[in-house]
């Protein structure tokens, strides 16, 4: 019965690709195999010193920073991060998670991590959207890497929309001032993991990156799931 209902639920509601809108077989999840691996990815994902670490070197002290996919040459990386933020995908969400957790294992660079920390939203925001896309990733990253997330440790005091007029040092001092770490004593000696979807600028990584560097003894890897570089 269970099998029928999911049958014809299937023939009513399809699942398609998020990016090619083709058919999925049962095994594939959000995204057909094909597209998946057309995706245009991050080169030099393992390099340590890779364009995406290079853009902190000065800003943030990290042991290792990386992403899966690339905005570079295609559309299709668009409609994955347009579907996680905007249309509460979440099985795309923890797919992706899983993908990124399953690249970051391959580089070798991040096995000591012991805890990984999605950014937070700004809980008004959170509430407007109803999940935080970042905490999608992180359950499937998680899960792929078997290590712990904790989502409660930091928190967002303010949206930084309101910045991009504001000079560098000012936006600094003032993007110091959008996380707050409630509880140091949970992460004080871990190796965290950061995760971001997307890294533009890198400015909201090095605003909450610099409070939990602020944390003892506390060592700092970055990840995202794409990257505009
Ligand atoms: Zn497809």
Request: charge should be positive.
């Amino acid at each position: 019965m269970k099998n029928l209902l999911a049958s014809v639920g299937q023939m009513l509601f399809p699942n398609l690709c998020v990016c090619c809108d083709g058919y999925l077989s049962k095994q594939e999840v959000s995204v057909c195999d094909l597209c998946l691996y057309t995706l245009s990815k991050f080169e030099l994902i393992a390099a340590l010193d890779n364009p995406l670490a290079k853009k902190f070197w000065g800003r943030l002290k990290l042991e290792a920073a990386t992403a899966y996919l690339s905005y570079k040459g295609t559309n299709d990386v668009k409609k994955l991060m347009h579907a996680l933020k905007y249309k509460g995908d979440t099985h795309l969400g923890i797919e992706m998670g899983k993908w990124l957790g399953d690249a970051l294992i391959r580089t070798g660079n991040f096995s000591t991590i012991d805890c990984v920390i999605p950014i937070p939203l700004h809980p008004k925001r959170q509430m407007l959207r109803g999940y935080n896309q970042c905490d999608l990733l992180g359950h499937g990253l998680c899960e792929a890497m078997k290590i712990p997330m904790i989502s409660d440790v930091v928190v967002r005091e303010r949206h930084n929309s309101t910045q991009t007029k504001k000079k560098r040092y000012d936006r600094y001092v003032n993007s110091k001032e959008l996380f707050r770490v409630i509880d140091p004593s949970r992460i004080q000696g871990k190796n965290v993991l950061l995760i971001d979807d997307v890294i533009t600028t890198g400015s909201t990584m090095e605003s909450c990156g610099s409070v939990l560097l602020d944390v003892e003894g506390l060592k700092l890897s970055l990840a995202s799931l794409a990257v505009a570089i």
